[in-house]
Nanobody
Framework: QVHLEESGGGLVQAGGSLRLSCSAG????????MGWFRQVPGKEREYVGV????????YYADSVKGRFTISKDNAKNTVYLQMNSLKPEDTAVYFC??????????????????WGQGTQVTVSS
């Protein structure tokens, strides 16, 4: 079992920044990748980006590329999502997710075994 807990959400004005954290507990050593997704009511969960746990490689959705950055602290088993130049359309509940099976379709929600509870990010115009 892997337990994930997000923090850092909140309300910010357009153009501002927020940093989300996702701490992994339990069998964190089994994680292959950590992804970030977001969801607004009535829509499917949207891929934001992913970080490969061992190599630290990162990949992003086009909608956030150049504005969002994913990083990790192995010692703390924590992944971060730094969000800059936020836009009202970034408003969503943000989730972190862990892949423990070593799949490759990290842009798909189905690739992940464990999910955090989500944290609300609201960007006002």
């Amino acid at each position: 079992q892997v337990h994930l807990e997000e923090s850092g959400g909140g309300l910010v004005q357009a153009g501002g920044s927020l940093r989300l954290s996702c701490s992994a507990g339990g069998r964190a050593f089994s994680i292959h990748a950590m992804g970030w997704f977001r969801q607004v009511p009535g829509k499917e969960r949207e891929y934001v980006g992913v970080i490969n746990w061992s190599a630290g490689l990162t990949y992003y959705a086009d909608s956030v590329k150049g504005r969002f950055t994913i990083s990790k602290d192995n010692a703390k088993n924590t992944v971060y999502l730094q969000m800059n130049s936020l836009k009202p359309e970034d408003t969503a509940v943000y989730f972190c997710a862990a892949d423990t099976t070593g799949g490759s379709s990290w842009f798909r929600a189905s690739a992940y075994d464990y999910w955090g509870q989500g944290t609300q990010v609201t960007v006002s115009s």
